[in-house]
């Protein structure tokens, strides 16, 4: 367990990094907002000037913590007192906190930089710009908190810049409705959430996630405080990180700007609740009902989404189930973890999801950016990516690398993190529960089965992707595709603001901003494993070969599956004399019924919108009547008693000036009687 | 000490007066000879009360000024209306004079507001 410290010999290095990991963003979202908007060279500066120095911050607190297990509390705004106890409102700095705080600024980095090229004939390029640095510092607010209420301010502000962000382009219905959606489907986790952060705060008296963490504190609580605390917190992650069954966001999510995906996936929100959960799992563990109900609710998304994720149509609807899927895993690694190798499998899987699911969002982008569609499928389909490779070779090669780390091909980031999941699942498998009373073998076995059957689909969907998006259509000319055939060495044509992006001839190439991005990405997205070897990955991880051997199998039959699909489909498409017609979508193997359930969702949106939106909907309806035939029927009858009084009063408005005197006279000697008799 | 009774037979007989002068006068300027009538029975009750209690701060004189005060800014006003009355009218019989009454000018059979000022437009 994690021991803090208030002194050390580099404590205020420390402590100094911690903060300005969080107010570095804070100040530039602040000032990128401030700043008139037609400086687009000094808004794009503040952006991507505040991503740098928080990754530096960060890369310094990750020096200085990096090689120990020690947990350093650092001030922020100083203690708040209130009646009933003080609040630390303190961050902490220790190896996890350092770990996902590098890996939060890379992203956001990577997503600045792409952004100012990609967003260039945005107009509302500086609200985008700021409130993308208010997100990261939202997100390194959650991760670097050490005080529950601060990370449940940085959670609550995650929900409001999901929203302003995808629906950044709010001219467009749908982009308003995901974003509507995406804020309400979260917030209903999030209720759970704080629930369970009072549940916490409650039950033992504190505030301080290090207090918390202490064993003796957590030994203080019962068994039904823990658990009940622990399932309210997955109830919140379920929701952020877009799990069974609150998924029905993210999907729609896509709507928003790329960029913005790659940030929500990769680095901020949906990675938001593994982490939370990875930094409570002393709570957790204490709680085996809540862990397997963990696991369950991760490994029905994680097959789920594989399986939806197949029978997309659209790269960016793919990546998005594909997100869910990643996720589940490491959750999947939270609910088995065993006590002696901690959260470290599933913040693996965190870091390589962040880097190759980042990646693999950027180069969605990039290659969008020539042909304006994320739509798969063959060209005679309408305009598709198909054929990206004759278009962008290097972008192509790109995501290529990121759908083989997605698809867990060995030397690859994916692969290792996979492994590490499968390997903590394998230990609980095998090995018992926590407490030794073997309440987790069971759930071992399940996130071990379903995690490799996963595996399988993953490689599927990952192939069929690459299938319908890289090569070119044997006899089909690219230039029929809607796009220029352009390579990425070409000049960059001369971009205008004011013309707008759906011109085919602008965005020729991709500019050097993105492409540069995206070959920095490629490098964690290759190299994560190394961090094994590394002492970055707080905890330990568990290799074993048999799991490592059936899952590179089952990858590889994944892949081969997917490609033999696209030969049996070819030859089911009538009339496919054609060479690039007889290569189908491997999707067509599926019947048409399946396709269009796992396309859809597995009609989940329906269901939520039977139990959720049509009751509530019902409701509003109900209100809206009692608002308006009771509520409302007082004020009218008053509005109907004054006009009736008017009526009635305008007949003594006789313009006979006499009547009126002598009223008043009447009046006079009514007040003066009334005046002696009540003396 | 004189008695009471004089002063409040006067001040009743001058109400007297000046209500039927009020209530009953069509002349305009006869009504608020009347309404002045009135005022002066207040004015005469008032002073007379402050001498028969022997108030220290005579707020009953002091009251008197003010209605004085008030009677004079009032006959000023009311008397700049009467004139406007008869510039516009021709005579001051406030019988006639019904036009700010509901639907009057149709009664008084005198053409209505805005066609009478839309000519010089």
Sequence with gaps: MNTVVAAGPDVGDIAWAARFVVVLPALAALAG?????????????????????????AVTELAGTGGSTVAHSVALLGPA????????????????????????????????????????????????????????????????????????????????CSYLLIGHDSERRAARHAAVKAFLVTRMGDVGFVLGIVTLLAAADT????????????????????????????????????????????????????PVSALIHAATMVAAGGYVLARLLPVLAQAPAARAVLAVVACA????????????????????????????YL????????????????????LSHAAFKSLLFLCAGALAYRVHTTAMGRVADGPSLAGSWARSPVTSV??????????????????????????????????????????????????????????????????????LVVPSPADVPAESSGAQLVTDDSPPAELLPSVPRRDPLLHAAVPPAMSWTLLGLAVPTVLAG????????????????????????????GIVAAGAAERFAGRRVPGGASAADRRGDPVLVLPAGVRAFLAGGFGLDAVHHALVVAPTRLLARGVTVGDHDVVDAYPRGGALLARWAGVAL????????????????????????AGVGLR | MIHLWPAVLLACVLVGAGLFGVLARRNAVLVLIGLELLLNAANLLLVTFDAAYADRLHSGQVLTLFVITVAAAEVGIALAVVLLLFRRRGDVDLRRARELGEASAEDAGIPPEPAASAAPR
């Design chain 1, 650 to 673: 305008r007949l003594t408005q006789t313009g006979r000036t006499t009547g009126y005197l002598g009223a008043l006279a009447a009046g006079a000697v009514v007040v003066a009687l």
């Design chain 1, 530 to 557: 190394l961090l094994l070897i590394g002492p970055v990955v707080p905890g330990a991880i568990h290799l074993s070969s048999l799991t490592g051997a059936l899952a590179t199998t089952l990858a590889l039959a």
């Design chain 1, 207 to 258: 505030s301080s996630v290090s207090r918390l963490l202490e064993p003796g504190t957590l030994e203080r609580l019962s068994t039904a405080q823990v658990t009940a605390a622990s399932l309210l917190l997955i109830a919140g992650v379920v929701g952020k990180s877009a799990q069974l069954p609150l998924q029905t966001w993210l999907p729609d999510a896509m709507e928003g700007p790329t």
């Design chain 1, 81 to 160: 007192p209130t009646g009933a106890g003080t609040i630390d409102l303190t961050l902490r700095a220790d190896r996890l906190s350092a770990v996902v705080a590098v890996m939060v600024c890379v992203v956001a980095l990577a997503v600045q930089v792409y952004s100012v090229a990609y967003q260039c004939d945005d107009q509302r390029y500086r609200a985008f710009a700021s409130v993308v640095s208010l997100f990261t510092a939202a997100m390194l607010l959650v991760v670097q908190a050490d005080d529950l209420l601060l990370l449940l301010i940085g959670w609550e502000v995650m929900g409001l």
């Design chain 1, 331 to 350: 959750l999947a690694g939270i609910a088995v973890a065993p006590p002696d190798l901690g959260a470290a499998p599933a913040v693996m899987q965190l």
């Design chain 1, 398 to 467: 790109l995501l290529t690398v990121g759908l083989a780390a997605l698809a867990g091909v060995p030397p690859l980031s994916g692969f290792w993190s996979k492994e590490a999941v499968l390997g903590a699942a394998e230990v609980a498998a095998l090995d018992g529960g926590v407490d030794g009373a073997g309440s987790l073998v069971w759930a071992g076995w399940l996130v071990l089965v379903v995690g490799l059957v996963t595996g399988f689909v993953t490689a599927a969907y990952a192939t069929r992707a690459w299938m």
């Design chain 1, 33 to 57: 907002a401030v700043v008139p908007r037609q400086y687009r060279t000094t808004i794009s500066a503040v952006g991507v000037g505040g991503a740098l120095a928080a990754l530096l911050a």
């Design chain 1, 301 to 328: 998304s994680m097959l789920a989404a594989a399986l939806a994720a197949f029978a997309q149509s659209d790269l960016k609807r793919v990546l998005a189930w594909s997100t869910i899927s990643q996720v589940a």
